[in-house]
């Protein structure tokens, strides 16, 4: 990966598994492992959020249940066949485990990527402005991860004028949100949505201050001591 497409897309999470991690997929003879980790927030509420690790990266008890760790990675895209339909789906790419950090934010974020839809601006009913925003964000290989964000007040303002293949910068933090679907008149079920909260948002034209690891690191950590295990593919 090189180092421009790497700063596109950089993830800080620090929290707790709250899921055996289960057998995903296989690269090359490489075992990925998926669980899901309790991201806190800075308000207390949580964020339970996916996350994908190479076997390379698991050591004795690492990954257990009730065991905090300090990852570094991307927030990918893939597209998986649900009930005959092709479903997006996102995951927290772990690239590295790290140890002994300084955590300023447990779950920190910084995207450069083009808009691919019409943003979606509303008001709730108690007048605040929202907009949705899915953003392409390019990866090696000719591949790209299709995330989306939502925007609120000034960011949501802003959001609403974006034209489809702008490019944009972004900062903030992932986070799940449930949701009802209506399958019936009588069966409802309850779904998990994931995307980027944003706290900072840019055209990419005007965003001469905005340096993505300098952005990166006021968010999330300080390394004080070893990194371990960098997996990139």
């Known amino acids: 990966m090189n180092n421009m497409q790497e700063k596109n897309n950089k993830v800080f999470i620090s929290g707790e598994i709250v899921s055996d991690a289960e057998f995903s997929h296989e690269v090359y003879g490489e075992g990925f492992y998926e669980m899901n980790v309790l991201v806190k927030r800075l308000s207390g509420q949580g964020d339970v959020l996916p996350v994908t ?3 390379r990266l698991i050591t004795n008890g690492c990954l257990e249940k009730g065991v905090t760790i300090n990852a570094l990675g991307q927030f990918r895209s893939y597209n998986k066949l ?8 996102l995951t927290v790419f772990v690239r590295e485990l790290l140890e002994d950090v300084q955590i300023r934010n447990p779950n920190s974020i ?7 839809k019409p943003p979606i601006y509303r008001t709730t009913p108690f007048n605040r402005e929202i907009a949705d925003i899915l953003i392409a964000v390019n990866r090696s ?3 790209s991860d299709y995330i989306p964000c939502i925007a609120w007040g000034r960011n949501a ?7 489809v293949g702008e490019k944009i910068a ?3 933090r992932i986070q799940s949100r449930e949701y009802q679907k209506k399958l019936t008149d009588d069966e409802v079920k309850t779904l998990t949505a994931y995307e980027v909260s944003i706290s900072k948002l840019m055209a990419y034209e005007n965003a001469e ?3 993505p690891d ?7 950590y300080a390394v004080e001591s070893d990194k371990k295990n960098l997996y990139s593919d």
Do not use: H, P, Q, W
């Not at 649900?82 to 789906?89: A, C, I, P, R």
């Not at 910084?110 to 691919?116: E, K, S, W």
């Not at 300098?214 to 999330?220: A, C, K, S, T």
């Open 214 to 220: 300098e952005e990166f690191n006021l968010l999330g």
């Open 110 to 116: 910084v995207l450069t990527g083009y808009v691919c």
């Open 141 to 143: 290989y000719n591949k």
């Open 209 to 211: 201050n905005f340096d």
């Open 170 to 172: 972004i900062s903030g």
């Open 53 to 55: 690790i190479s076997e």
């Open 82 to 89: 649900v009930d005959g339909k092709s479903k997006l789906m």
């Open 157 to 163: 303002r802003f959001a609403k004028n974006l034209s």
